[in-house]
C-alpha cells in the first residue's frame, strides 16, 4: 500500500504560470514532509519542507502548504520557470524525520516557455 | 565536496547473473539508504543501515536481495541471480544522522535482459 500518494503522474504549465503539485498521505504517524526534484539521469535533491507543527513554509517561488486534517500537502512553484521541469517527489517520515523518508511515485511537471 | 558516489553508472546484464552495485557516502554520514525507482512503484525503500548496522531490510523484495555495509565508507547491494524485473535505477543516499536532509547519489541504471 502507498503511504505517500501523488495521483497525477505528470503536469503541464505554461511559463510565468503557477504549478501546484498535490500530495496525499495515510499514515497519521507522519509529522514532517518534504518534497524533492529529480532531473534526468541525476539522483533527488532536497527541495522544501514542512513539519506537522506548521502548516505553511516558503522558500523564494516554492511554497508547500500542509493540511493534517485532510492528510494533504501541495507545492506550489510561482512563477513556474522552464528549468522547474523535472520529476517532484513527495516524502514523509515520522519521529520529526528519524525515521527512513517513505516516497510518492512523482509528479512530472514541465514548463512551457 | 563530493557527494555520494554510486557504480557503475549503468549495467546491462542477463538474466541469471550475479548484480553488484556500489556506493561512497558522503563521509562523515551516519547513515545509509538503498532506495529502488520503478515506474509502478516510485521510490522504495529497500535497506538502510546506521552506523554500518542495517536497522531494517524489510524493503528488500526477496532473497536474491543483500545489502551490506563493510565500514562507514562503503556499501553494496547485491543481486543474485538477476531476474529481468529487477530492472531499475538503484539509489543510493546517506545523512548525517536519521534525521536531516537526505543526499541521493546519481543512481544505477540496472537492465536485465
Known amino acids: 500500500d502507498q503511504q505517500v500518494k501523488q495521483n497525477s503522474p505528470s503536469l503541464s504549465v505554461q511559463e510565468g504560470r503557477i504549478s501546484i503539485l498535490n500530495c496525499d498521505y495515510t499514515n497519521s504517524m507522519f509529522d514532517y514532509f518534504l518534497w524533492y526534484k529529480k532531473y534526468p539521469a541525476e539522483g533527488p535533491t532536497f527541495l522544501i519542507s514542512?513539519?506537522?507543527?506548521?502548516d505553511k513554509n516558503e522558500d523564494g517561488r516554492f511554497t508547500v502548504f500542509l493540511n493534517k486534517s485532510a492528510k494533504h500537502l501541495s507545492l506550489h512553484i510561482v512563477p513556474s520557470q522552464p528549468g522547474d521541469s523535472a520529476v517532484y517527489f513527495c516524502a514523509a517520515s515520522q519521529n520529526s524525520g528519524n525515521t527512513p523518508l517513505v516516497f510518492g511515485k512523482g509528479t512530472r511537471l514541465s514548463v512551457i516557455a | 565536496d563530493a557527494g555520494v558516489i554510486q557504480s557503475p553508472r549503468h549495467e546491462v546484464t542477463e538474466m541469471g547473473q550475479e548484480v553488484t552495485l556500489r556506493c561512497k557516502p558522503i563521509?562523515?554520514?551516519?547513515?545509509l539508504f538503498w532506495y529502488r525507482q520503478t515506474m509502478m512503484r516510485g521510490l522504495e525503500l529497500l535497506i538502510y543501515f546506521n552506523n554500518n548496522v542495517p536497522i531494517d531490510d524489510s524493503g528488500m523484495p526477496e532473497d536474491r536481495f543483500s545489502a551490506k555495509m563493510p565500514n562507514a565508507s562503503f556499501s553494496t547491494l547485491k543481486i543474485q541471480p538477476s531476474e529481468p524485473r529487477d530492472s531499475a535505477v538503484y539509489f543510493c543516499a546517506s545523512r548525517l544522522h536519521l534525521a536531516g536532509e537526505l543526499f541521493f547519489g546519481e543512481g544505477s541504471r540496472l537492465t536485465v535482459l
Open positions: 514542512i513539519s506537522s507543527i506548521k
Open positions: 563521509s562523515g554520514h551516519n547513515s
